[in-house]
Every structure is written in C-alpha cells, then in structure tokens.
C-alpha cells in the first residue's frame, strides 16, 4: 500500500510563485509514476504534470508548459511540483497521484491519491 500527504499550497498573489510537495511511504517509491492533478468545484480533475519513475521524463498540460517543473527525489519518498508566475486560473485543490504503470494522463488512471491541497492566486 502507498500513502501520499501533499503539502505546501496556500495563498498567493498572480504572478507569485508555490512549491508543493508530495511526500509517499513505502519502499517502492521508485517504481511508481507519480503525477499531479487539480480540480475545482463542479469539474473533473485536470492533469498537471507527471514525472516518470526515474525521473528522466516529464509530462505538462498544456496550460502549465514553461511555468510549472515537477521533479522527484527518490531518497526521499518525495515530488515536487514549483509553481511560477501563477495566475487566478491556477487556484483549485491540488492532489497527487501515483500508479506502478507507465505514464497517463487520465486522473481514473492512477491507484493512490493524497487528500489534496488548496492552491489560490489572488490578482
């Protein structure tokens, strides 16, 4: 079994910038594709950003390219997601996301969620 606690969300002003953290337990960490994911009131959960098990690729949404960078450090059970020049449309509950196969970009795709973190950019 995996267990994910995110942290690091809160309030921030546009163009602002927020690191999450996505902390897992167990010894299988590595094995896992780990992603994130958003979601406000009302729609589905959006893909974000997913990093592969050894880290070497990453995968964005198209409305995250060149302002969000995921990143993992398997010595520590952690992902990361650093958030730049965030923008209103940004806020929503970010959660994490892990699966042991390869990469998806589908939220009913991944086995273990964190409980989520509250993102808000104020202008």
């Known amino acids: 079994q995996v267990s994910l606690v995110e942290s690091g969300g809160g309030l921030v002003q546009a163009g602002g910038s927020l690191r999450l953290s996505c902390a897992a337990s167990?010894?299988?960490?590595?094995?896992?594709?780990v992603a994130w994911f958003r979601q406000v009131p009302g729609k589905e959960r959006g893909f974000v950003a997913a990093?592969?098990?050894?880290?070497?690729?990453?995968y964005y949404g198209d409305s995250v390219k060149g302002r969000f960078t995921i990143a993992r450090d398997n010595a520590k059970n952690t992902v990361y997601l650093q958030m730049n020049s965030l923008k209103p449309e940004d806020t929503a509950v970010y959660y994490c996301?892990?699966?042991?196969?390869?990469?998806?970009?589908?939220?009913?795709?991944?086995?273990?969620w964190g409980q989520g973190t509250h993102v808000t950019v104020s202008l």
């Open positions: 996301a892990a699966r042991r196969d390869v990469y998806s970009s589908r939220w009913d795709r991944y086995d273990y």
């Open positions: 167990g010894r299988t960490f590595s094995s896992l594709t």
């Open positions: 990093i592969a098990r050894s880290g070497s690729t990453t």
